[in-house]
């Protein structure tokens, strides 16, 4: 069956600072992967997706970055985070073109202060 | 991808049967209802999603009318872990892999 991780699963960072999120994913190949953010009482943005190895697409500009450096690796990462950068990040999985069926992980919970 | 329109919340008691409806009034032929679900602190559950046929799987079942203009999230015996936030989406299939536009959806409580 298939697995997904995300660590860490909290993070406390001071602004200006780096941040760097990993999610892997388990018993799947050529998976879609996708990070997602929700700010406090909001809903759930939609930041990257990349459908294989090294093909990122970006939905909103911002002081984010995404990388695929493994065929089942998806990393989120900040040179410099602001205070805005708040939020539980998550990531998910999706196979083929075209389904909305995505497997979420369980998050990591990240304050900027 | 066509709006949707859901009920910021509702109650259910506990063992009775939660129906959570949705309005999507411009759909089009080829968009497919999608529902989601999300516990407080985790990430999102995928239900069920349908195009106008009804579905059922073991979590829940997915009633479509026949002019998909809404459709109704049926969880036949609420239990206190169905309180989460519900999420009716609405996406074209058959095209890319790009990600999910979640929208406010409704807050489901079952009450004991």
């Known amino acids: 069956s298939q697995t997904i991780h995300q660590w860490p699963a909290t993070l406390v960072q001071p602004v200006g600072s780096p941040l760097s999120l990993e999610c892997t994913v388990e018993g799947t190949s050529n998976p879609n992967l996708y990070w997602y953010r929700q700010a406090a009482g909001r809903g759930l943005q939609l930041l990257f997706y990349?459908?294989?190895?090294?093909?990122i697409s970006s939905e909103v500009p911002q002081n984010l970055s995404a990388s695929r450096p493994q065929d089942r690796q998806f990393i989120l990462s900040s040179k410099k985070l602001l205070l805005s950068d708040s939020g539980f990040y998550l990531c998910?999985?999706?196979?083929?073109?075209?389904?909305?069926?995505?497997?979420f992980g369980p998050g990591t919970r990240l304050t900027v202060t | 991808d066509a709006k949707t329109t859901q009920p910021t919340s509702m109650d259910c008691a506990e063992g009775r049967a939660a129906n959570l409806p949705c309005n999507h009034s411009t759909i089009s032929g080829n968009e497919y209802v999608y529902w989601y679900r999300q516990i407080h602190s985790q990430g999102p559950q995928y239900i069920i999603h349908g195009l106008k046929n009804n579905e059922t799987n073991e979590m829940a079942s997915l009633i479509i009318t026949e002019d998909r203009k809404s459709s109704t999230l049926i969880l036949p015996h609420a239990t206190l872990r169905d309180t989460a936030v519900y999420y009716c989406?609405?996406?074209?299939?058959?095209?890319?892999?790009?990600?999910?536009?979640f929208g406010k959806g409704t807050h489901l409580i079952i009450q004991p």
């Open positions: 998910a999985w999706s196979v083929g073109r075209g389904s909305y069926e995505q497997y």
């Open positions: 989406i609405v996406r074209v299939s058959g095209g890319g892999a790009d990600g999910l536009t």
């Open positions: 990349s459908v294989g190895i090294g093909q």
